[in-house]
């Protein structure tokens, strides 16, 4: 890599530090996130439509160019529309240097999605829900999430008690949230901040 590249990763990861507060935002509003998440699992939330979906996912995409022209980066942007949300990913077949834009657990791709958000709903006027992976983090995390998911199921079946989890982030309650509503039981979010994670109940909570 060269020296100019290393320079402009350096820049992008002090640029990502100093959006804290941006990946605070994101935190604060990780409540009103799983209320939407549980509101649309009973059919209460009212859904964008297709067009704004991929109206979104075009204004995305185009940032996302952006952003990898200034730190130098290749990477083929594939725009999607998945459980009622904006779907993008970044690939790449040089996945070392795109995880950089991942970084360590997923960090600076958390960062990075509520920027792309941000970008997308000052261009909508509406708050953005979109998702973003790159070098197929986030398809490697949907695995090794839902086994953990699998196995707080069998817990709670066999016990009958509540099962609480490690602390996660939006996008792996959304996950851990999905696949518990799929086999038929209750979860929901509780804690703040660094703090949050999923609790499991029975199908009677």
């Known amino acids: 890599m060269s020296n ?10 002090v640029e990502v530090a100093e959006t804290e507060a941006v990946a605070e935002v994101a935190d604060s509003a990780d409540a009103s996130e799983d209320a939407d998440d549980s509101a649309e699992g009973r059919g209460e939330r009212t859904s964008l439509t297709i067009e704004q979906l991929e ?6 995409a185009d940032y ?20 009622g949300r904006a779907s993008i990913a970044i690939l ?5 240097e795109l995880k950089l834009l ?3 657990n997923g960090e600076v791709l958390e960062a990075l999605q509520e920027l792309t958000r941000l970008a997308v709903q000052t261009k909508t006027g509406y708050r953005s829900r ?4 790159i070098a197929g983090h986030r398809t490697t995390m949907r695995s090794r999430l839902k086994l953990i998911a699998e196995n707080a199921i069998e817990s709670v079946r066999a016990n009958g008690e509540p099962v609480h989890l490690d602390p996660m982030n939006p996008f792996e309650r959304k996950v ?12 929901d979010s509780e804690g703040t901040d ?7 109940f029975p199908a009677d909570k």
Do not use: C
């Open 4 to 13: 100019d590249l290393q320079e402009d990763n350096v820049d992008l990861e």
């Open 55 to 60: 109206e979104e996912g075009d204004i995305a």
């Open 64 to 83: 996302l160019e952006e952003l990898l022209d200034i730190v130098d980066l290749d990477g083929d942007i594939d725009i999607d529309v998945e459980g």
């Open 92 to 96: 790449n077949d040089d996945t070392k």
């Open 102 to 104: 991942v970084g360590r």
């Open 130 to 133: 979109l998702m973003l992976d």
């Open 176 to 187: 851990i949230h999905d696949a518990i509503a799929a086999a038929g039981l209750v979860s």
């Open 194 to 200: 660094s703090n949050r994670h999923v609790v499991v």
